[in-house]
């Protein structure tokens, strides 16, 4: 690991000169929160399985007789949500900047760790980028592969995301044509009348891109049923019901709709606190910078689940 400084000393040179540069002339690209788990209901637990089970009972009511005719059977169905183990390790040689324009960061403190570059990179990038990792690359389109023992693990290969849990066979999956933004309003309320009718008064998030979520809004105002002069009409839900078009940076570049009551989708963490910390040691001039946590993400119940990702048959 290293901090890269070939294009500075190439622009501004190999030495320091102090001309009046400070942090607020170091910009970032933009990084993600957690948006998708922000919709999930909560739960924290000590294990690394969260074992669920769903009761199902069959019809009691018949017609009266004088006879003792019991009826009814309740059945109980496992349903475990798997947390993974995630772990950042970071490691950075604080004296990379000190002979160069990024001087100011450096220090004449022996301590590495106590340097202005180390509680820059913790407030403008390392948990930021945490988030982004989780939320680009994990939550929706992550696909867990076991680590290589010695060898750093592949960003979206940490946990099995939605993406992989929507393509089994647990959810229902609804066959609709490819989404169009010149009609997308009238596919998304086609794809809600394909959930059951019983559900159609729960409130439902219906997650997609972004960009679809957009698209949404727009053919809604196209459509001519809302005052323009009143923008706050046009808004993200699906008219007739309590469902709302939510739009997700984790689904970003794909055009997969889901939808599920509220409080059915959940998040699952151990020690998910740390991923809001760090422990910053020192080993002579290199800093390293260490967390690690437990995340999961499921259904309550999988059958109240809807999805026009197609389902992946396994041999």
């Known amino acids: 690991m290293a901090i890269t400084t070939t294009d500075i000393v190439t622009e501004y040179g190999a030495y320091y000169i102090n001309s009046g540069q400070n942090m607020a002339r170091l910009k970032r690209l933009l990084l993600f929160g957690r948006e998708t788990t922000k919709l999930a209901t909560k739960i924290k637990t000590d294990d690394t399985v969260y074992r669920l089970a769903q009761s199902v009972m069959t019809r009691l009511v018949q017609s009266f007789q004088k006879s003792w005719t019991p009826k009814g059977d309740l059945t109980f169905t496992p349903n475990p949500i ?7 390790d970071f490691e950075v040689y604080p004296d990379d900047v000190e002979n160069n324009w990024l001087g100011f960061l450096a220090s004449n403190d022996l301590s590495r760790k106590e340097w202005p570059l180390i509680r820059y990179i913790l407030e403008s990038h390392f948990y930021g ?29 940490s946990m099995n995301g939605l993406k992989t849990f929507l393509t089994s066979d647990k959810v229902n999956h609804v066959t609709m044509a490819a989404l169009d933004a010149a009609t997308i309003y009238d596919q998304i309320e086609t794809f809600y009348e394909s959930i059951s009718e019983q559900y159609q008064n729960s409130k439902m998030i219906i997650g997609m891109a972004p960009k679809w979520k957009r698209a949404f809004m727009k053919d809604k105002r196209s459509l001519g049923y809302y005052d323009i002069t009143s923008p706050s009409q046009i808004d993200d839900t699906l008219d007739f019901s309590p469902a709302r078009v939510v739009g997700l940076p984790s689904m970003i570049g794909t055009d997969d709709i ?5 409080d059915n989708f959940l998040h699952i963490t151990k020690k998910g606190e740390n991923a809001a910390k760090v422990k910053i040691e020192e080993s002579k001039r ?10 999961g993400l499921g259904f309550g119940i999988n059958e109240v689940v809807w999805t026009n990702v197609a389902e992946v048959v396994i041999p």
């Not at 889901?258 to 509220?262: F, G, L, Q, R, S």
């Not at 290199?286 to 690690?292: E, F, R, S, W």
């Open 286 to 295: 290199v800093v390293n910078m260490l967390t690690d946590w437990w995340e």
């Open 129 to 157: 980028q945490i988030n982004t990792d989780m939320e680009e690359l994990e939550y929706y389109k992550g696909v867990f592969t076991a680590p290589t023992a010695g060898t750093a693990g592949i960003s979206g290969q």
């Open 82 to 88: 798997e947390l993974f183990h995630l772990k950042v």
């Open 258 to 262: 889901w939808a599920t009551p509220v």
